[in-house]
């Protein structure tokens, strides 16, 4: 439980460690020597898009007690019309086509050819939390599913299936790093090299390809930050001074050294400002308390589930309201 809290909360403190030095050069938060300041437009702990889509995921997984595909584009898509301070270009040109939820992805990477970002990888912390304990398979196909609502490549949906099947082991108190190349086993084959390349032990994120904004380099950077470090916070600090897309490197990073090293591991001096809005469902803000809260009924519902019972929070039936949510309308 304490590695699911960590997955949950060090993902978000990740994000928002790194959201003031989003496509900046490298070295900046070592530079700066203070940490949770905010800069950039953000406010000091103030969690951006990876967040607020895992949140959204999170609470969609709970209220409908599964993967409801549907339900979760339309809370996407609600919080896209809601404005968001950051959005990334290719997830909010599907949630804003109009297209049906089954086919704006695809639509998307039928025209552009393109759609290969670290969008669905940034906001998979809830999802990998929840479907952990239906193991492998099932952990690695939901990530897939999710991935695809907004990624027409398939290549996201792999990346995506490789973070919640790493995130399973390490919350199974397994080593991650140890189990890379038996995830790497069930990858897409047309997908398998160039996944092996950025997550093989001697691979550097001065070696990637392209933009830390995409897929591969992304998971690269955040496994290569894992194995070149001994801490949770040493790992994040790490991802955030690659520099480029620092808030979902660090998103990403977090979600991995959280599982790995637990809730405990991540700094109170990050958590106590994190917070995390919601735009499009009122002015309520998710603190810490309600990323914790979050994290365990994940885990828990996502246990009974694969132990094929039913999960209702308070024993209620029907809509389910959580605590810490409040949709505002
Ligand atoms: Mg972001």
């Not at 591969?216 to 040493?234: D, I, N, Y």
Request: aromatic share 6%; with cysteine; net charge negative.
């Amino acid at each position: 439980m304490d590695r699911a809290v960590g997955a949950v909360l060090g993902s978000a403190a990740g994000d928002a460690l790194g959201a003031p030095y989003e496509f900046g050069p490298a070295g900046q938060l070592g530079a700066r020597g203070e940490e949770m300041r905010g800069g950039g437009g953000w406010d000091p702990g103030e969690a951006t898009d990876d967040t607020q889509m895992a949140v959204l995921v999170g609470a969609s997984l709970l209220e409908c007690g599964g993967l409801e595909l549907p339900d979760v584009f339309d809370r996407f898509r609600r919080w896209a019309a809601g404005d968001p301070k950051d959005i990334g270009l290719q997830t909010e040109i599907v949630l804003t086509s109009g297209d049906p939820w089954d086919l704006a992805a695809a639509l998307h990477f039928q025209v552009n050819a393109r759609a290969a970002g670290n969008g669905s990888l940034m906001r998979a912390s809830t999802s990998a939390v929840y479907f952990a304990p239906a193991g492998r398979d099932a952990t690695m196909d939901a990530a897939r599913r999710i991935a695809a609502l907004t990624h027409g490549d398939r290549a996201a949906w792999e990346g995506t299936a490789v973070l919640h099947e790493l995130v399973r082991v390490a919350l199974d108190g397994g080593d991650p790093l140890g189990a890379l190349p038996a995830t790497l086993e069930q990858v897409h084959l047309d997908h398998r090299e160039r996944y092996a390349r950025v997550l093989a032990p001697d691979w550097h994120p001065d070696l990637a390809t392209e933009f830390n904004g995409a897929v591969w380099p992304c998971l690269g950077s955040a496994v290569w930050a894992l194995r070149t470090t001994t801490g949770f916070a040493q790992a994040v600090r790490a991802a955030v001074d690659l520099g480029g897309d620092t808030d979902t490197v660090a998103a990403v990073t977090g979600t991995l050294a959280g599982a790995r090293y637990g809730a405990a591991a991540v700094p109170e001096a990050w958590t106590t400002p994190l917070h995390v809005p919601v735009p499009g469902y009122g002015d309520h803000v998710v603190d810490a308390a309600a990323l914790r809260e979050l994290a365990r009924r994940l885990a828990t519902a996502g246990a009974a589930s694969a132990a094929g019972e039913a999960w209702t929070p308070g024993g209620g039936s029907g809509t389910v309201r959580l605590p810490w949510w409040s949709p505002g309308g």
